[in-house]
């Protein structure tokens, strides 16, 4: 079954302790992206990956690290977690949209519910 | 800059017909989505819109105009399970990167 897998799916910590979101998917995609959603703001996008050893910022950046060594499989690390980075992050991949593409529809994680206290 | 509106919340009744606005002005266009969004859940892919014109799906249909940068969603024959947040996203390039309204509310009542 193609999906994208995020683990873990609800999870409390402290203030500066150092964390890591994984996922994982396989479709064999190249394109893979991190977004938090926030009431009222919708999904912004934290970083994104273009393919293994290409990743970029997206909107909302700061305090988040990622790492592509491998096609299936982009982190979101939170080096120094703080209390404005509780949210709700889902995990994204799609291929190339090159107009009209069947695949270009981008798949969801189910979603990781974040909370620093 | 990048900017995606679409109204916060909608009311409609249950076998009814609603209508999701969503205009946008992105730097790039490749493509227009739409996604349903249970609460707590993963957004799930709806439709997708590149050229002009209307695509029909079931009980869902999306329209977009590429000039007036306008697009809707229409939700036919509203059932309950309907109710839920509807997200219009816009591809801004060609690898994926995705811009996202705050979503539209859909609540259905009996």
């Known amino acids: 079954e193609a999906q994208v897998t995020q683990n873990p799916r609800y999870l409390i910590t402290v203030t500066g302790k150092k964390l890591t979101v994984t996922c994982s998917q396989n479709?064999?995609?190249?394109?893979m992206s991190w977004y938090r959603q926030d009431p009222g703001l919708g999904l912004r996008q934290i970083y994104y990956?273009?393919?293994?050893?290409?990743?970029d910022k997206g909107d909302v950046p700061e305090g988040y690290k990622v790492s592509r060594k491998e096609k299936r499989n982009f982190p979101l690390i939170l080096e120094s977690p703080s209390p404005n980075q509780t949210s709700l992050y889902f995990c994204?991949?799609?291929?190339?949209?090159?107009?009209?593409?069947?695949?270009?529809?981008?798949?969801f994680g189910q979603g990781t519910r974040l909370t620093v206290v | 800059g990048q900017n995606i509106d679409q109204p916060t919340e909608m009311t409609a009744t249950e076998g009814a017909i609603v209508q999701i606005n969503c205009t946008y002005q992105?730097?790039?266009?490749?493509?227009l989505f739409w996604y349903q969004q249970h609460a707590g859940e993963a957004p799930t892919f709806l439709s997708y819109?590149?050229?002009?014109g209307l695509e029909e799906k079931g009980r869902f249909s999306s329209f977009l105009s590429r000039s007036k940068g306008y697009s809707y969603l229409l939700l036919k024959e509203l059932q309950m399970k309907d109710s839920a947040s509807y997200l219009c996203?816009?591809?801004?390039?060609?690898?994926?990167?995705?811009?996202f309204g705050a979503g539209t509310q859909v609540v259905v009542t009996p």
């Open positions: 994204a991949s799609n291929s190339p949209g090159t107009g009209g593409a069947q695949n270009t529809e981008a798949f």
């Open positions: 479709m064999n995609h190249e394109y």
């Open positions: 990956s273009m393919n293994v050893e290409v990743t």
């Open positions: 992105t730097s790039g266009f490749n493509g």
């Open positions: 819109n590149v050229l002009d």
């Open positions: 996203a816009v591809r801004d390039d060609s690898w994926g990167k995705l811009q």
